[in-house]
DNA sequence: TCAAAAGTGTTCACCTTACACCCATGC
DNA sequence: GCATGGGTGTAAGGTGAACACTTTTGA
């Protein structure tokens, strides 16, 4: 029976990151230029390591680029055509993240030449990295539509407004500021502070921050007006 | 650079699935009994080979336990936790797989010692296939709440009180006939046939099949009125 | 004739959607 | 005082949920 296992082919195992960022317009994602052509952005990724599991190399992965810990990490899907990475055979496991875009430390970013891009005008991507972005996104509306997870790309305090500006950049398009919040709202995941954001408009907007206690516990569907996203995976 | 991929170490590659199939009552999975320990039931498994894709590979694996092509097949999470098979370290991409139970030959049972268990009731399994069991009934749950995918598990004839009876099957629940029949009705998935299913009630049942063309086609939330599943992953 | 499953409509409550005006403030 | 974005309510249509009786037919 071992023999089963020392018949087989082992393969080079790498974890690849989408990184989302939101920085209030738009809807961005962290790319960097590495590996053999250094001319091509390309998502951050690294090895497995032997004692590792897949999820404790994706958070290392990312904490290398980012200087974040415990930040929403997911599993997106497995790539393993035998092509797609044409110098070795690479299986490669693709996570995504979303991250408060202002916690991230820039000065990393010389290390690594990362940039963020807007999610909607990406530059050619190295194997098939364009593919496990588009896939990336697809998974963040299907989620986001289900699940409170925009939050996590919001500072700790945001506004209503601010809320409703990262979920039309999500879907890409516009809701109606009276739905939107009222919808917001009734799942009282949200607690009012007496604080209002100033700076951005003359009139300042309220300042909201999770309720964590029923963050956590929040299985039902949250946002059901969300324009069908493209179901799929 | 072509040394950043020669210090890599290189992992054993698994593919496991989850094979669905309901026999009218129950939803059920196919499990077997293989490996080191033919004493413990496991997911029908194999080994990635040198020149397949993943999907490839769990097909052709498919394929070997039960005869069949061209069924549903989805990938469902890539499983690797350092000690998650004791004997080597190796990463496993499970699939979960929907099929026709009635097309199934049977008579590959006895090579691979095959058994159909009730997904409710089921024994202990190999290394961490219990969890990909769980995670599978969840994403299949999740799933067919959404996208009309039940079809996969019936005849390609089949009647309102079966589609029903896989519903409740899956969900672990019962519903309003008239609801139910109400609600699948007002999708125009289905085509009424001019035959009736006889033998299994006195007065019989209409069958129906899929409309091919709006199968294909719907990517919009399905049935809402699925109690709210267990979202995740 | 009776048992067992198939088939069929209506009402009510709630949710989604569409839509317009006043408010607060910095300049 | 005016321009900019913040904040709020209502009415209409649609959807989900609850609920009971009649039909068919083999035994």
New interface residues.
């Given amino acids: 029976?071992?023999d089963?296992?020392q018949q087989?082919?082992?393969?080079?195992?790498a974890l690849d990151s989408i990184i989302f960022g939101f920085d209030g317009e738009g809807l961005k994602v962290l790319l960097v230029k590495r590996?053999?052509e250094a001319e091509t952005w390309s998502l951050m990724g690294g090895?497995?390591?032997?004692?590792?599991?897949?999820e404790d190399a994706a958070s290392r992965i990312l904490f290398d680029l980012t200087g974040l810990t415990n930040v929403y990490l997911?599993?997106l899907?497995?790539?393993?055509?035998?092509n797609r990475d044409p110098?070795?055979?690479?299986?490669s496991?693709a996570y995504f993240s979303l991250i408060k875009i202002d916690d991230y430390e820039a000065t990393l970013s010389d290390t690594f030449q990362a940039r963020w891009f807007s999610i909607y005008d990406l530059p050619p991507l190295l194997f098939d990295h364009g593919d496990m972005v588009d896939l990336a996104l697809k998974r963040l509306r299907y989620k986001a539509a289900?699940?409170p997870i925009g939050f996590e790309l919001l500072p700790e305090k945001f506004t209503i407004p601010q809320l409703q500006k990262l979920y039309e950049a999500i879907y890409n398009t516009e809701f109606d500021k009276r739905n939107f919040s009222r919808k917001i709202l009734s799942t009282s995941l949200l607690t009012k502070l007496d604080e209002k954001q100033k700076g951005y408009s003359r009139r300042g907007a309220y300042l909201y921050q999770v309720n964590s206690n029923k963050y956590q516990l929040t299985?039902?569907?949250f946002l059901n007006f969300i324009p069908?996203p493209?179901?799929?995976?």
Same sequence: chains 1, 2.
């Fill in positions: 029976m071992l089963q296992y087989q082919h082992p393969y080079l195992l590996g053999i090895w497995l390591q032997p004692n590792e599991s897949l997911e599993q899907y497995a790539f393993g055509n035998p110098i070795t055979r690479t299986v496991v289900q699940h299985h039902n569907a069908s493209e179901l799929s995976v």
